[in-house]
């Protein structure tokens, strides 16, 4: 039994033991992402990892930090917690690899209405499940009660994420070059992008998202609520069999804006609209919204979680490494000349 109890606090609306309950119940879930180099258990001030550097020159640690964002209403209105935890890690990951890294380890912050153990632990159940797909370590967290300013049911999840790279490996945009070929990684759905335009779209509030949808084959709910795809062991396949020169995930801002942060000044972009395998969601989205074709491109992934910029010559490498890896990557376009960056035709 734990020794820390207030009353007071409790009266206050916050259960610590609550807390302690739903730290015992995550505990097997945080296991299963223990990797070499972990090297605390839970509850320290602060998690620790020995990183194995072995045949790295100069090795830079990269971070990123994100969050689910308003797609975390559409679990609180199924009441189905487990898979978020997965966008989480996916919005962190998926940057990292973006510049030639590979993620280490994984923390994440759950600020709650309610400390309900059994919720709590499944939120980091989903974590758990996206550091496994990602390859790294869980190794911290926290997990905050805000009585007063949040509802009971409410709750804002998001994490951080450290990966490694030797420098002489890290993703110059310059290597991008006239001729080079834009893959596409197909996502798995809207992803973790979009979902304020989404929820106004579907009404989803008033919206029954356990009735099946004939466009999508499954009801709505289970479509808008499918994980984040995390590319991390596919593009580091594709790194170590082609000449990869620029990777873009394609997260808020769509196309136009994430395409362009991985080429340089003087080259553009051009992709093959006809080319791109838009998902049934994203034509549903459309049609019910009236929203014009750019916005779409500009606002959501279309069907492309990911993009690689792969030298001519390596290509076919590229496409088969990522088949290896399950991912049935294609062509969308190529790098021309030109003062945009993306042109999209």
Same mark, same amino acid.
């Given at each position: ?20 309950? %739903? ?13 070499? %180099? !972990? ?39 199924? #009441?189905?917690? #487990?898979? !978020?935890? /997965? ?7 998926? #940057? ?11 923390? #994440? ?88 335009? !989404? ?63 991985? /080429? ?16 049934? /969601? ?64």
């Amino acid at each position: 039994m734990e020794l820390s109890h207030s009353a007071s606090y409790a009266a206050a609306g916050v259960n610590i033991e609550a807390g302690y309950e %739903g730290v015992r119940l995550m505990k097997k879930h945080v296991q299963r992402t223990f990797i070499p %180099g !972990v090297v605390s258990d839970l509850g320290g001030f602060g998690g620790l990892f020995a990183p194995d550097l072995s045949g790295m020159q100069e090795p830079v640690l990269v971070s990123g930090t994100d969050g689910v964002g308003t797609k975390q209403r559409i679990a609180q209105l199924m #009441d189905k917690h #487990d898979t !978020v935890g /997965i966008d989480c890690v996916a919005m962190c990951v998926n #940057d990292i690899v973006c510049c030639g890294a590979k993620p280490l380890f994984f923390l #994440d912050y759950i600020a709650i209405g309610k400390n309900e153990p059994e919720k709590v632990a499944s939120l980091v159940s989903g974590v758990a499940e996206g550091c496994v797909r990602a390859g790294c370590a869980l190794i911290g967290g926290e997990t905050a009660e805000h009585p007063g300013t949040m509802s009971p049911e409410d709750y804002d999840l998001a994490g951080f994420s450290v990966g490694i790279v030797d420098k002489a490996k890290i993703l110059d945009p310059r290597s991008v070059s006239v001729g080079d070929v834009i893959l596409a990684l197909p996502s798995s759905g809207v992803h973790s992008n979009g979902y304020s335009l !989404v929820r106004k779209v579907f009404d989803v509030e008033h919206a029954d998202l356990g009735k099946t949808v004939p466009e999508l084959g499954k009801t709505l709910g289970e479509v808008l609520l499918t994980p984040t795809c995390i590319y991390v062991k596919p593009v580091l396949a594709a790194f170590r069999a082609a000449q990869i020169h620029g990777v873009s995930h394609i997260t808020g801002g769509g196309f136009y804006e994430n395409i362009p942060r991985s /080429i340089p000044q003087g080259l553009c972009a051009r992709i093959e609209k006809s080319a791109v395998r838009v998902l049934p /969601i994203f034509d549903l989205i459309r049609k019910l919204g009236n929203i014009p074709e750019r916005d779409m491109f500009n606002t959501f992934n279309m069907g492309v979680g990911m993009s690689l910029t792969v030298s001519r010559d390596s290509a076919d490498k590229a496409l088969a490494a990522l088949q290896e890896q399950g991912v049935e990557a294609y062509v969308i376009g190529e790098i021309v000349s030109g003062e945009e960056k993306i042109v999209l035709c």
